[in-house]
């Protein structure tokens, strides 16, 4: 008897209810699927016959002016061409073929071009496309078939010949006797709109009686119209028709079974799903109860326990769990041992934090900058600057003030960007005329929080190592936010005009901790500080601006940097 409140029962009616929905679903979608394909197959068909009928028709048109262009140019000279003397009728013959020569040297040129002039054996030129067999027998029609003449001197309408059981189609203007033609096969005109066919997609063209002239596919070629086509193939396969005016239509023939061929799996899916759902419902109930719910009541009893502090779990032995059961209860055994690891890394990162911190204000405690301020001082008194020494006083409480504020301590961009510039200005005062700087931020990036020092402590190393005595230090400062892999970031890049850093300090960022006490100053602590906060080691980029200048290229993450001092 399954209790009503039991997970064993409810879990089997959401799996029936959620079977009946599926098999609906399914039977409804691969209706509604056969409609779609075959819909999207009809316009897609549609929209490919659409380019080859507006292929054919401008190769049609193409290979008429050829022929109205070589009468118009030629129609003199043919005429005339019987009343010339023997030898200067050979001379003139040739002349004509090497105008059909011409033309058929263009790519986009017919199969061929002839001009019949009564008496005389026919001039033609072919293209590559014919071949020698089929020559031949063009050859003895052109000689033979009478090419009638109309009330204009215009291009008939494209007609359609037989010729050996090949289909041709033929234009031609005749005048005073003289015929000026031109040809394509319609094999080779079906060639050069569609490349090849398949089972599944086929190409036909047929003219205005309804032949077929061409086909792309051997099986179709044994057809003779395209209603006997029509009536054999329609059961398995679709057919789209469009109208060609120079002749007759071009169809397109695709094969059903092509088309609904991923829907079988739907349909075989509804039939399997409708006979599993008679087998699992019954049998959900039974692995339920011995499979799902011990191993559950197991894992309760286990969680229970951790809850309680006892961070000590080991997998029950002996017992027959299922294999995914078995895995869960290692998973456990493997988060309750990663529980107990990450405490003590917890406490761990706590003690190095705080050597990072104790690390980072030693850091800025320098006193030989205290000592060279001191010094300033002094020799501005003795040159009665009171002035300067008023503003170097002020930017050096201000100074002792921002550096008071506590290690670590997160503060506001502008206002480290202040700092900065207050530190700049103290340098001014001691190296007068000889700084230069500009800071640029824009209005997103005013309030995002910022490591304390961070940026102060690149502009304390342009000065350490980019001052020269006599020449002008330039100092730039930009801030931007910026989005990176999906995230906004603010950008912060600090470029001077110095020496730029040394080949070897780019290729060994292990040298930082080397190069800390006499090098670079606080570049390592930096890179530390910002892999503690933001646990990245992707932050900073050191670089060289150009052909002179070190640049320095800080990422600080929006979101992350919202947090708490520590």
Same mark, same amino acid.
């Given at each position: ?328 209860? +290692?998973? &456990?055994?493997?988060?309750? %041992?990663? =529980?107990?690891? *990450?405490?003590? #890394?917890?406490?761990? /990162?706590? $003690? ?15 006193? +030989?900058? &205290?000592?060279?301020?001191? %010094?300033? =001082?002094?020799? *501005?008194?003795? #040159?009665?600057?009171? /002035?300067? $020494? ?177």
């Amino acid at each position: 008897m399954i209790r009503t409140n039991s997970i064993v029962f409810k879990f089997s009616v959401q799996l029936t209810v959620i079977l009946a929905i599926l098999l609906s679903i399914l039977v409804l979608s691969n209706i509604y699927s056969l409609e779609v394909v075959r819909s999207n197959a009809l316009t897609s068909s549609r929209n490919t016959l659409a380019i080859y009928q507006a292929n054919i028709h401008n190769n049609l048109n193409n290979f008429s002016k050829d022929l109205t262009e070589v009468f118009d140019n030629n129609i003199d000279a043919a005429v005339g061409f019987s009343y010339l003397e023997e030898s200067s009728q050979y001379f003139r013959a040739m002349e004509l073929k090497n105008t059909l020569l011409a033309k058929m040297s263009n790519d986009y040129a017919s199969d061929g071009m002839f001009i019949r002039i009564p008496g005389e054996s026919a001039l033609e030129q072919f293209s590559n496309r014919i071949q020698s067999g089929d020559k031949l027998a063009l050859v003895n029609f052109l000689d033979t078939y009478e090419f009638s003449s109309g009330p204009s001197v215009e291009a008939k309408p494209w007609k359609t010949l037989q010729i050996e059981g090949d289909y041709y189609l033929f234009n031609y203007i005749t005048y005073s006797g003289v015929s000026f033609g031109t040809f394509v096969k319609a094999d080779n005109l079906l060639s050069m709109v569609n490349r090849g066919g398949n089972d599944q997609n086929r190409y036909v063209l047929s003219s205005t009686e309804g032949r077929i002239l061409s086909a792309n596919h051997i099986v179709l070629q044994a057809v003779a119209t395209l209603d006997s086509l029509t009536r054999e193939y329609k059961r398995s396969y679709l057919i789209v028709s469009e109208p060609i005016t120079e002749f007759g239509q071009i169809t397109n023939i695709v094969a059903k079974g092509s088309l609904f061929a991923g829907l079988k799996l739907i349909q075989w899916s509804i039939v399997f799903l409708a006979v599993l759902s008679v087998i699992v419902v019954p049998l959900v109930l039974r692995f339920l109860t011995r499979d799902v719910l011990k191993p559950i009541l197991e894992l309760v009893k286990a969680a229970k326990v951790v809850e309680q502090g006892q961070l000590e779990y080991s997998v029950p032995k002996g017992t027959p769990y299922s294999l995914e059961f078995m895995k869960l209860f +290692h998973a &456990f055994e493997s988060m309750v %041992s990663e =529980i107990s690891g *990450l405490k003590i #890394q917890s406490y761990e /990162e706590q $003690i190095e934090t705080s050597r990072a911190e104790i690390k980072y204000l030693q850091m800025q405690i320098r006193p +030989h900058f &205290f000592l060279n301020a001191i %010094s300033t =001082i002094t020799s *501005l008194t003795y #040159q009665n600057k009171n /002035e300067e $020494i008023r503003q170097l006083i002020q930017c050096l409480s201000e100074h002792l003030r921002y550096m008071l504020k506590g290690g670590l301590a997160e503060v506001p961009m502008e206002e480290e960007i202040r700092h900065a510039e207050n530190y700049i200005r103290m340098q001014e005062i001691r190296y007068p005329d000889q700084v230069f700087y500009m800071t640029e931020i824009n209005e997103e990036s005013r309030c995002v929080p910022i490591p304390q020092f961070m940026i102060q402590t690149f502009v304390e190393n342009a000065f350490k190592h980019a001052m020269f005595y006599k020449e002008m230090l330039s100092i730039f400062i930009r801030v931007r936010s910026e989005t990176r892999e999906g995230s906004p970031f603010v950008k912060i890049e600090i470029e001077d005009n110095g020496g730029g850093f040394s080949a070897e300090w780019l290729n060994n960022p292990e040298a930082e901790e080397a190069a800390e006490d006499g090098g670079r100053v606080g570049i390592a602590n930096i890179r530390k500080t910002l892999r503690l906060l933001y646990k990245r080691s992707d932050l900073l980029k050191l670089s060289n601006a150009g052909q002179a200048g070190a640049r320095v290229e800080l990422w600080i993450p929006v979101q992350e940097a919202r947090r708490e001092p520590i």
